[in-house]
T-cell receptor
Framework: GAGVSQSPSNKVTEKGKDVELRCDPI?????LYWYRQSLGQGLEFLIY????????KSGLPSDRFSAERTGGSVSTLTIQRTQQEDSAVYLC?????????????FGDGTRLSIL | QKEVEQDPGPLSVPEGAIVSLNCTYS??????FMWYRQYSRKGPELLMY????GNKEDGRFTAQVDKSSKYISLFIRDSQPSDSATYLC???????????FGTGTRLKVLA
């Protein structure tokens, strides 16, 4: 079966532009996570969606970052007025639920470069 | 102190060697422990998942958890060049859906 799909795989844009990153989770997975991975850093939690519950946005670094999940499936992470420090790999993961025995499965990420 | 500490490496070993990768953690409430493998320009791939102290084996991989020492390990037997990747530990407790990841250890297995 298909894994977690992310697009685009690479994105280069100029400082100040808005970008939109897409995540298509594994079918049937109700939990969806976004992370940011910078060189030499661990995965930084950004946001969590579980079913129809209100998302946990506690990891979003600033109000320039937002995310939505439509119909409990596809998710979009939007970064407005991009800054050079936003350059990183943005990873999406999904799991069957939020239970402790439900490990996450990752996509290959979007490599974002801000010029 | 970080909640999860992991030596970033790089760690270089000859083909066929036994590799030991380790993480330490600070919160005794953590109960679930995972190891992920991440190849260059790819997403992390789940290798091992365990919630108890002791050993769990899967092929050439063995995950070991010592909750009393707050120390987890991943052993790779008969290492292969294809094992060259970054290995990430991840930890969570039963009361949260959040995972805490180590920074990853880069492993290079030399042919």
């Amino acid at each position: 079966g298909a894994g977690v799909s992310q697009s685009p795989s690479n994105k280069v844009t100029e400082k100040g532009k808005d970008v939109e990153l897409r995540c298509d989770p594994i079918s049937g997975h109700t939990a969806l996570y976004w992370y940011r991975q910078s060189l030499g850093q661990g995965l930084e939690f950004l946001i969590y969606f579980q079913g129809n519950s209100a998302p946990d946005k506690s990891g979003l670094p600033s109000d320039r970052f937002s995310a939505e999940r439509t119909g409990g499936s596809v998710s979009t992470l939007t970064i407005q007025r991009t800054q050079q420090e936003d350059s990183a790999v943005y990873l999406c993961a999904s799991s069957q639920g939020s239970g402790s025995n439900q490990p996450q499965h990752f996509g290959d990420g979007t490599r974002l470069s801000i010029l | 102190q970080k909640e999860v500490e992991q030596d970033p490496g790089p760690l270089s070993v000859p083909e066929g060697a036994i590799v030991s990768l380790n993480c330490t953690y600070s919160n005794s409430a953590f109960q679930y422990f995972m190891w992920y493998r991440q190849y260059s320009r790819k997403g992390p791939e789940l290798l091992m998942y365990t919630y108890s102290s002791g050993n769990k084996e899967d092929g050439r991989f063995t995950a070991q958890v010592d909750k009393s020492s707050k120390y987890i390990s991943l052993f790779i037997r008969d290492s292969q060049p294809s094992d060259s990747a970054t290995y990430l530990c991840a930890i969570r407790d039963s009361g949260t859906y959040k995972y805490i990841f180590g920074t990853g250890t880069r492993l290079k297995v030399l042919a």
